[in-house]
T-cell receptor, first 109, second 117 residues
Framework: AQRVTQPEKLLSVFKGAPVELKCNYS??????LFWYVQYSRQRLQLLLR??SRESIKGFTADLNKGETSFHLKKPFAQEEDSAMYYC???????????FGTGTRLQVFP | NAGVTQTPKFQVLKTGQSMTLQCAQD?????MYWYRQDPGMGLRLIYY???????DKGEVPNGYNVSRLNKREFSLRLESAAPSQTSVYFC????????????????FGAGSRLTVL
């Protein structure tokens, strides 16, 4: 099965601290990976995708095929980053998107 | 432009009752999805539809049926609700990757909170 693993249920940091939310995937060639975010009282929305190699709201994520990882990073966390973060991958040869169990990020002032 | 609309937002059922969750999108998307969200379990795919008239099982399809009668609408039916189906249900849609890489970005509805007593 093509899985996505997010080992941390909760990550708590202080404002200004670096953040790394971990995501590992089961190997299957060239995966298509995403990070989605759910802010309080808002809909789930795309944060970024590996294919775009972009930085959104200061977040970046690099695909590491050797470690089968797609960790989400931000050098200086802000209080407004507090949210639920989901890593997801597209399953091979379909449009199905499989999500990890999510990591709740809490940023304290 | 409403995006993805789900109804109802909240529902309480008794064990054994049936109900249908409705979902509609106005973005002319090809693919539609139903997920459930449970604490500690994340988002799990129930069913998926790549186009009108086609459906495919996801990770947790047991106890559910779906219907994709047209391009806009994708409904989820619980024939005989069980307490284990207490969850928040999300509908989502995407253009579909047949339109090119990167067209698989999901747009989500607001969610439907279902409680089965």
């Amino acid at each position: 099965a093509q899985r996505v693993t997010q080992p941390e249920k909760l990550l708590s940091v202080f404002k200004g601290a670096p953040v790394e939310l971990k995501c590992n995937y089961s190997y299957s060639g060239s995966p298509e990976l995403f990070w989605y975010v759910q802010y309080s009282r808002q809909r789930l929305q795309l944060l970024l995708r590996h294919i775009s190699r972009e930085s959104i709201k200061g977040f970046t994520a690099d695909l590491n095929k050797g470690e089968t990882s797609f960790h989400l990073k931000k050098p200086f966390a802000q209080e407004e980053d507090s949210a639920m973060y989901y890593c997801a991958r597209r399953t091979y040869n379909t449009d199905k998107l499989i999500f990890g169990t999510g990591t709740r990020l809490q940023v304290f002032p | 432009n409403a995006g993805v609309t789900q109804t109802p937002k909240f529902q309480v059922l008794k064990t054994g009752q049936s109900m249908t969750l409705q979902c509609a999108q106005d973005m002319n998307h090809n693919s539609m999805y139903w997920y459930r969200q449970d604490p500690g379990m994340g988002l799990r795919l129930i069913y998926y539809s790549a186009s009108e008239g086609t459906t495919d099982k996801g990770e947790v399809p047991n106890g559910y049926n779906v219907s994709r009668l047209n391009k806009r609408e994708f409904s989820l039916r619980l024939e005989s609700a069980a307490p284990s189906q207490t969850s928040v249900y999300f509908c989502a849609s995407s253009e579909g990757s047949s339109l090119g890489t990167g067209a698989n970005v999901l747009t989500f509805g607001a969610g439907s909170r279902l409680t089965v007593l």
